[in-house]
C-alpha cells in the first residue's frame, strides 16, 4: 500500500518527489515505492458560476438580483480538467491507503485540497504536512511529524466560508452596478475599499490649496541653529514677522538656555513579512507587488533558499532559534561570507525579548534564509536582488543595537529660541551590516544625524553668543502624495487608521485582506483599468473614481473586511459557526444589491482625451495596452464597442519633377486587312497615355511615412440591432438601460480587422439561422 501526497504546484511536487524518493515519472505524478506525488496545477477546483443554479442567470439582469443559492456548488476548472482527473483516479487508486495533504500551509492552501477532497468523492484517511521551508531537511522533518487532517478542519471552514462570502457580496453586487448603470464594473469587500483609499487620496490632491511659510536659521559663527516658533515646529507663518525677524536678530547677543548631552540606542529591525518585503522591493528595487511576491516564490520552490513567503508574521518560534548557525553557515559562498563567518566565530543576537516570540507566530514565521548551500549562479539579477534584501536584513536582526550620543543645544536671543543639535555614534551595530557588506540598508535610522558642527562640544550652558547672520528661506506646503505600491499596502496593512469606530479599529488589526492577496488586489484594479500606473505612482482613473462614487458606502468602507477577517478569524478557531456567518452574508448582500436598485445616479466618468463612440456617442475611455497602442473603450455595457490606433508604415511615392514632360510612347502594332487583291498589311500608329513608375533606382533611398489607421477590436453591440430604436441621449449616460449581456472582466487585448471580419460574418450567419426557425 502506498501513501499520496498532494502538492499545491508541480515545482513542489518535485520536489517532495525527490526527497520521498519518487523516481517513475507518469502524466501528472510521480511514483516510488512508497509514495506517490501530485500536485494540483495551483487550482483545480473553483466555485460554480451562477447559470449552474439556474438557466436564467445566464443573462444579466436586476430583476434576478440577489442571487442566493442555499448552498454553493464547486465545479472543476476547465483547463485543468486533465489534471483534477488524474488527481481523483489516484485518490480512488486500490493501493492508495491514505492521503498527505501537502498544499501549501495556509487558509487558502486547506481549500485547494479539500475541495479536490471533495470533488473526487475522497473519504479516506488523510494527514497535514505543515512546513516553513522547502529544503531536504524540513521536508524530512515535517513527513516525520505529519498531523492528523481534522486538526485544520476550522481553518478549512474560514477558508469555504471566506470564499463563498465573496461570491455572494462580489457576484451580486457586480452584477447589480453593471445592470442599474449599464456599464462594466466590478466590486469587492477588498478590491472596492482599496480602490476608495486611493480615490480619497486624489480628492485631496485635488483640493489642496498650498500656503507659504518661512525658516529662519542663525550663523552663531562656529555653529548655525533653527528658529523654533513653537515647541516642535521651525514654520513661521507670517511674512511680516519673518521679515521683521531677520532684520532685528542680526548682531544681537544672546546666550545659551540649555545644552543636553544623552545616550541613546536603537534596536535593529524586524525580520521582513511578504507585505514589509513588497514595500521596500518597491522603494529600493522597483519591484511590484506582484513581481516581488512571484520571485520570492522562486526562491522558495526553485531554490529553497528563503522560507515560506505568504507570512505575515516577522518573527521566530523557539524552535527556529538552533538553526540559526546553519542558516549563516548556508551564506559562506556569497559575498555575506566576511559577516557570517564573524558571526559564526564571535557570537550573533538572539534577541528572546523582541525577535522570538512563539505567540506572534500563527501559520508561518517571518522570511529569512535557509539552510540550503546558495548558488549565485543560478539565481537571475531580480532574483538576486531581492535575495540580498532578505539576508541583509536577516544579519541586521541578528547584530547589536545602533547606540549614538546626542547633544542639543538651546540658545536664547531676544527671546526667540534657536535650536541645534549633533549626533555622534558610538557603536554602529546593525547599521554597520550593509556597510561591510556593500549593500543598501533598507531600514532608515531613527537617529537624526543632523551636520552640526563639532563645536557644539565645548559649548556650556551661560555662554553668550551673537548671531554673525541670518538666512531666510520662503518655503510651501505640498500636496499629500499619491500612493505608490509601497505606500499603498502599508495603508491597505494598517486600515484601520481610516476607521473612526475604536472596535472597528481593533478588528482592522490586520488590515485590508491579506499579505499573500494584496498584490493580485493591485493588479486588478490595473487590469479592469480603475487605476494605471505612472511611473511609480498608482494613479485612479476617472473609471475608477466614479465606481467608488457609485458603489454602496458600505462596501467603500474598510469597516467591512475588518468584521469579516475577525469573524472568519473566530471559525478559524473553532469560536463561531460558519453557517451563521454565511446566512448574515446573504442578508448583506440582499441589502447592497438594494441600494444599488434604489440609486438615482447615473455613471458619467469624465474621461481627459475622450473620443465619442460612433454608434451610441458616448465618450469612450483611452487605455494604452502593453505595446503602447492607443485603446478606446465605450463605456456603456449595452455599446461595448473598442477600436485601437495603429500605426502603418507606408511608401510615399516618387515624386516626377513639374519641368520635365511625360515621355509619350509609340507603339507599332501591325492591323491584317483583307482585300479584293489579297491580303495586305497596314502599319496602325497608337499612343500609350503615361505611367506611374514607383521603382526606385539603385543609388537611391526608398522614403516611408506613417500612417494611423483605426483598428475595431470589439464591434458595437447596437450595430446588430434594430435600427428603429432609438440612440440614447448624446450628453448623458442612460442609466435604464440594463444589458442582457455576459460581462468580461478585462476589455479584449486587441486583434486584427481581418479577425473583425470573420466574427462578422459568423455573426450575420448565425442571425440568418435564427430568422429560419
Not at 173 to 199: E, F, I, N, W
Not at 722 to 746: C, I, Y
Request: with cysteine; net charge neutral; charged share 30%.
Amino acid at each position: 500500500m502506498k501513501k499520496l501526497v498532494l502538492a499545491e504546484k508541480p515545482s513542489v511536487g518535485r520536489e517532495l518527489a525527490r526527497v520521498l524518493g519518487c523516481w517513475k515519472r507518469e502524466t501528472g505524478y510521480l511514483e516510488g515505492d512508497a509514495y506517490i506525488v501530485t500536485w494540483a496545477l495551483g487550482h483545480l477546483v473553483e466555485l460554480a458560476e451562477p447559470a449552474v443554479y439556474s438557466d436564467r442567470y445566464r443573462r444579466w439582469s436586476l430583476s434576478d438580483l440577489p442571487m442566493l443559492p442555499t448552498e454553493l456548488k464547486q465545479e472543476v476548472i476547465e483547463q485543468s480538467k486533465d489534471q483534477f482527473s488524474i488527481v481523483s483516479s489516484l485518490l480512488n487508486r486500490p493501493d492508495v491507503e491514505s492521503l498527505v495533504i501537502a498544499t501549501d500551509a495556509g487558509r487558502e492552501g486547506e481549500l485547494v485540497a479539500r475541495w479536490i477532497m471533495k470533488m473526487a468523492n475522497y473519504s479516506g484517511n488523510a494527514k497535514r504536512l505543515w512546513i516553513s521551508s522547502q529544503t531536504e531537511g524540513a521536508i524530512k522533518d515535517g513527513f516525520a511529524n505529519l498531523k492528523d487532517a481534522k486538526l485544520y478542519d476550522n481553518l478549512y471552514e474560514a477558508a469555504q466560508s471566506r470564499a463563498a462570502a465573496d461570491w455572494y457580496v462580489g457576484m451580486n453586487v457586480t452584477r447589480a452596478l453593471t445592470c442599474h448603470y449599464d456599464a462594466k464594473l466590478s466590486a469587492g469587500r477588498v478590491q472596492t475599499p482599496t480602490l476608495a483609499l486611493m480615490t480619497m487620496r486624489e480628492d485631496e490632491i485635488e483640493a489642496f490649496s498650498g500656503q507659504f511659510y518661512w525658516t529662519l536659521k542663525a550663523d552663531f559663527s562656529t555653529f548655525s541653529a533653527s528658529y523654533y516658533p513653537s515647541e516642535d515646529s521651525i514654520r513661521i507663518t507670517k511674512e511680516e514677522e519673518a521679515k521683521r525677524l531677520e532684520t532685528l536678530l542680526v548682531g544681537k547677543t544672546g546666550k545659551v538656555v540649555s545644552v543636553q548631552t544623552a545616550e541613546r540606542s536603537e534596536q535593529p529591525p524586524l525580520a521582513y513579512d511578504l507585505t514589509e518585503l513588497q514595500r521596500d522591493a518597491n522603494n529600493l528595487l522597483d519591484f511590484s507587488a506582484k513581481e516581488t511576491l512571484d520571485t520570492l516564490q522562486s526562491l522558495y520552490e526553485q531554490h529553497k533558499i528563503v522560507t515560506y513567503p505568504r507570512t505575515d508574521s516577522r518573527y521566530i518560534t523557539t524552535d527556529i532559534v538552533s538553526t540559526l548557525p546553519h542558516r549563516l553557515q548556508a551564506l559562506l559562498p556569497t559575498p555575506f561570507a566576511p559577516m557570517s563567518s564573524r558571526y559564526l566565530s564571535e557570537g550573533f543576537r538572539v534577541d528572546e525579548e523582541r525577535f522570538v516570540q512563539d505567540l506572534q507566530v500563527t501559520d508561518h514565521h517571518a522570511i529569512i534564509p535557509t539552510e540550503q548551500r546558495v548558488d549565485l549562479s543560478r539565481l537571475n539579477s531580480r532574483e538576486r536582488a531581492l535575495w540580498e534584501l532578505i539576508v541583509v536584513r536577516f544579519l541586521e536582526v541578528l547584530s547589536p543595537d545602533y547606540t549614538y550620543r546626542t547633544t542639543t543645544v538651546q540658545v536664547e536671543v531676544e527671546g526667540c529660541l534657536f535650536k541645534t543639535r549633533l549626533t555622534i555614534g558610538t557603536n554602529q551595530g546593525w547599521r554597520d551590516v550593509a556597510r561591510l557588506v556593500g549593500k543598501r540598508s533598507a531600514q532608515s535610522s531613527l537617529a537624526d544625524e543632523d551636520e552640526a558642527s563639532p563645536a557644539l562640544l565645548g559649548i556650556s550652558e551661560g555662554d553668550a553668543l551673537t548671531i554673525a547672520s541670518v538666512k531666510l528661506r520662503r518655503l510651501a506646503t505640498t500636496a499629500p502624495g499619491r500612493y505608490t505600491e509601497a505606500t499603498l499596502l502599508s495603508a491597505m496593512e494598517h486600515a484601520g487608521r481610516f476607521v473612526e469606530d475604536a472596535k472597528l479599529k481593533k478588528r482592522l488589526g490586520n488590515g485590508l485582506g491579506t499579505p499573500a492577496t494584496r498584490a493580485d488586489i493591485i493588479e486588478k484594479l490595473i487590469q479592469n483599468h480603475y487605476v494605471q500606473r505612472e511611473g511609480k505612482e498608482l494613479v485612479p482613473t476617472a473609471k475608477g473614481r466614479e465606481l467608488v462614487r457609485l458603489a454602496p458606502q458600505e462596501l467603500r468602507s474598510p469597516e467591512l473586511t475588518g468584521v469579516w477577517e475577525e469573524r472568519l478569524g473566530n471559525i478559524a478557531d473553532g469560536i463561531e459557526d460558519s453557517r451563521r456567518f454565511i446566512e448574515d452574508i446573504k442578508a448583506n448582500a440582499a441589502q447592497l444589491v438594494a441600494q444599488v436598485k434604489s440609486s438615482a445616479e447615473i455613471f458619467s466618468p469624465h474621461f481627459p482625451d475622450a473620443k465619442s463612440c460612433p454608434y451610441c456617442k458616448t465618450p469612450m475611455m483611452k487605455v494604452v495596452d502593453e505595446i503602447g497602442q492607443n485603446h478606446y473603450l465605450c463605456q456603456r455595457l449595452s455599446c461595448s464597442y473598442e477600436e485601437m490606433e495603429i500605426k502603418k508604415r507606408v511608401l510615399v511615392p516618387k515624386t516626377e519633377k513639374k519641368s520635365e514632360q511625360p515621355v509619350q510612347r509609340v507603339v507599332v502594332k501591325p492591323k491584317i486587312v483583307a482585300s479584293a487583291d489579297g491580303v495586305k498589311k497596314k502599319v496602325v500608329l497608337k499612343k500609350k497615355s503615361p505611367q506611374t513608375n514607383f521603382s526606385l533606382k539603385d543609388d537611391e533611398e526608398p522614403t516611408y511615412t506613417w500612417e494611423t489607421v483605426i483598428e475595431v477590436v470589439r464591434p458595437s453591440k447596437l450595430a446588430y440591432r434594430s435600427q428603429s430604436r432609438p440612440r440614447p441621449p448624446k450628453d448623458a449616460w442612460n442609466a435604464g438601460l440594463q444589458s442582457n449581456h455576459v460581462v468580461d472582466e478585462t476589455p479584449s487585448n486587441g486583434g486584427s480587422f481581418a479577425e473583425f471580419l470573420k466574427a462578422s460574418e459568423e455573426r450575420k450567419r448565425r442571425d440568418k439561422e435564427k430568422k429560419r426557425h
